[in-house]
């Protein structure tokens, strides 16, 4: 089978090449994904960099985002089960509660191989049936971008109805926090460096937007904007370059959820808002299997679709992490595999 692998060169983008390997067979309890699509995310992107994991062994297969079809199945597993559509979890076995740190070296696109790849073997209980009425680009963004924005705001943040929450940017994660925000009857405030995307976030929603070129102080412009006291959530995709802002938005008791470092891991930073304010600083690791499915209902109730920017050939890998390299992207950045098999 063809598949994506960062090689044994090194890492970088230049490093990323086809590659083949053999087809793997399931074993007991496992079944054996043709897989259709995948999508990226900006891990991604930091994993074939190697800024990631700097002594992540190679070769690796990228990518956590991806959706397959059941092929085969191994021994003590229903043939019912071939022709299922299925996402793979992003954390191998992270069922419900809290993650270990056993499951946060399960993780798929590093240190597991991820998803870039014809086929792929998982555990039967590891498969996540996507909603119905998304296309296969759609139900390959949901593992790890949909389900981090749903641990953010629902299971960790405990979102309700009438609340406000800013996001960050026009990324995959965000766009999902801008959709479950808006279903849960929550208020949006999106931020963007360009009109025209703030222009797109609010035809979906977003009660008001800020331009951070235009206003690099646009915490203290958030916070007026959700009535003086601060916004009830943040999703935070910036990391340190972005918290100071983040926590000036946030209204004391709100709710910081830390997802990315876009601009960077590590700065200068007082901690005296988190302490004064009593703001709390949730970091957010995707999701469990209990949090994809109640998701997944969701969706499927209220026919959300994920904004899907662009869906790039399985050989033009290169391009595609050269667009989102670029920023210039609106939502998800998918990957097309391969048609979905007959039977499918």
């Not at 009425?133 to 749903?150: F, V």
């Not at 004064?276 to 469990?288: D, K, L, N, P, S």
Request: one cysteine or more; charged letters at 20%.
């Amino acid at each position: 089978m063809k598949v994506i692998e960062i090689g044994e060169a090194g890492f970088g983008l230049e490093n990323l090449q086809v590659a083949t390997r053999d087809v793997p067979e399931p074993g007991p309890g496992q079944l054996l994904l043709k897989m259709t699509a995948a999508s990226l995310n900006y891990r991604d992107l930091m994993m074939i960099r190697g800024q990631y994991n700097p002594r992540q062994p190679l070769p690796l297969i990228p990518c956590s985002d991806g959706v397959g079809y059941v092929v085969s199945v191994g021994e003590g597993v229903s043939t019912d089960r071939i022709g299922e559509r299925r996402c793979p979890l992003f954390t191998e076995g992270w069922y419900d509660g809290d993650p270990t740190a056993a499951l946060l070296a399960r993780t798929r696109g590093g240190p597991i191989d991820g998803t870039l790849a014809e086929y792929v073997v998982i555990d039967q209980d590891d498969g996540i049936i996507p909603p119905a009425h998304l296309s296969d680009a759609e139900a390959a963004c949901l593992p790890c971008a949909a389900l981090t924005a749903w641990s953010a705001l629902v299971t960790l943040g405990g979102l309700r109805a009438g609340q406000s929450v800013l996001v960050q940017g026009t990324g995959g994660v965000s766009l999902f926090a801008l959709q479950i925000a808006t279903l849960r009857g929550a208020r949006v405030i999106a931020t963007s460096s360009r009109d025209e995307k703030l222009e797109r976030v609010r035809a979906m929603g977003a009660v008001a937007t800020i331009n951070y070129k235009d206003d690099p102080k646009w915490g203290k412009a958030a916070r007026k904007l959700a009535g003086g006291d601060g916004v009830d959530h943040v999703i935070e995709v910036g990391g340190a370059g972005t918290l100071g802002q983040s926590l000036r938005a946030v209204r004391p008791g709100g709710h910081i959820s830390m997802i990315g470092v876009l601009s960077g891991g590590a700065q200068p930073l007082s901690v005296i808002p988190i302490l004064m304010r009593q703001i709390c600083v949730q970091g957010v690791f995707t999701g469990h299997r209990t949090s994809f499915i109640a998701m997944n209902d969701a969706f499927s109730a209220t026919e959300t679709r994920p904004v899907v920017d662009q869906i790039f050939p399985f050989d033009d890998i290169n391009a595609a992490f050269a667009h989102m390299a670029a920023g210039r992207h609106f939502g998800k950045i998918a990957v097309h595999i391969a048609d979905a098999p007959s039977n499918g």
